[in-house]
């Protein structure tokens, strides 16, 4: 492909095979993953020669799965990573930062992986893309798609919030609402990409599409001042956003631009959906599907590809797991919004639920610098904190009304 890019290389057997839109290995069925010549990438790739590239996670174009310099970009990535002083204060975290990738330009971490995804499939030659979304990636697909002119296939559950459906609809892809959850979905689309040959970017594409992930580490780091955080809380639907996480700080370390570290990950599912917890739980890396029932659509994969590697870098660091009911999945995020002003959807009320029961429980020490991914806008499902937010007091455009509103408000003030 290019001498920064191997191939692929199975994950389970070691196999290569020439980087192709292919995702499974023949002989034994693992996932595959690209496969870099970072003797040859170390040579060249600087901290200084990332700080003048471009203000997009492109400006880590040396460590991503593509050759072209024309890739397809609509300004993802380098979202904020600040200091969460009042959420940290109220969980006991002195060093507590919030990456906060809700602002990418369809307002979710997607957008990494599309951009990547998208650029590698114009390399090869498609002119159709397409995906199975629990919301989140159809909205980035369809609008990275029209952006670069593709014919684009969304497929999703049907009964997905609103504003994801209309989040993806407004790029005007064809959308496939099917009638079951995101792995019967799933299961659909590996049919459809294997007759159809079209860039499914999760499915013959996942290879490269995945590794977009990474950049929320490299960005972490370059944010930090090139250093890895001591700990790290991900929210896992296929688990592969902690993989690459993990990836990206060892990737880093690999090539000399940050030093040895021991960055611990953990983990926070819904208790609805939290089939990688349960096989920490039960200390082994074999996970067994569920059937989601949860709030938190967008981490509601049942059957998650990337759990059993999620699983196992989450034991082999000493992170820690843990889940969120429906109702503290609501409390989380009225607690991120109350605290540091951000708004974010179900996901990240389940990263912020599970933060905080790693913080009581001493998993997390109070001294650690941590940092927690949110990964999704809190206007993408708002079905979720309907009835739990500030109710309008409505008044007729008179002094009195006001006055009589302040004083009833006032006095449920004081009372708390």
Known sequence: MSQKIKGLKCKECGRLYPADPIHVCEFCFGP???????????????HGKIESGPHTLWRYWDLLPVVTDNVVSIHEGMTPLFHAKRLGAELGLSNLFIKNDSVNPTYSFKDRVVSVALSRARELGFDTVACASTGNLAGSVAAYGAVAGFKTFVFMPADLESGKIIGAGIYDPVIVGVRGNYDEVNRLCAEVADTFKWAFVNV???????????????????????????????PAASGSLLTKIHKGFKELELIGLIPKHKTRMSVAQAEGC??????????????????????????????????????????????????ATDAEIVEGIR???????????????????????????????????????????GLKT???????????????????????LYDRVSVRSVQG
């Open 32 to 46: 595959l993953e690209v496969d870099y010549n970072y003797d040859f990438i170390k040579r060249s790739l600087t």
């Open 204 to 234: 013959n594409l996942r290879p490269y599409y995945s590794e977009g992930s990474k950049t929320l580490a490299f960005e972490t780091a370059e944010q930090l001042g090139w250093r890895a955080p001591d700990h790290c809380v991900v």
């Open 274 to 323: 939290g089939p990688v917890v349960t096989a920490i739980r039960e200390k082994t890396d074999i996970v067994r599907p569920v059937r989601p029932r949860t709030i938190a659509k967008s981490l509601a994969i049942g059957n998650p590809a990337d759990g059993p590697y999620a699983a196992r870098i989450v034991q082999d660091t000493h992170g820690g797991a843990d889940t």
């Open 335 to 377: 607690t991120l919004a109350r605290t540091e002003g951000v708004f974010t959807e179900t996901a990240g009320g389940v990263t912020v639920a599970v933060l905080k029961k790693l913080a009581k429980t001493g998993i997390i020490s109070s001294d650690e610098l941590v940092v927690a991914y949110i990964t999704g806008n």
């Open 382 to 404: 708002i079905e979720a904190v309907s009835g739990h937010t500030a109710p309008m007091n409505e008044i007729s455009p008179l002094l009195s009304e006001f006055r009589e």
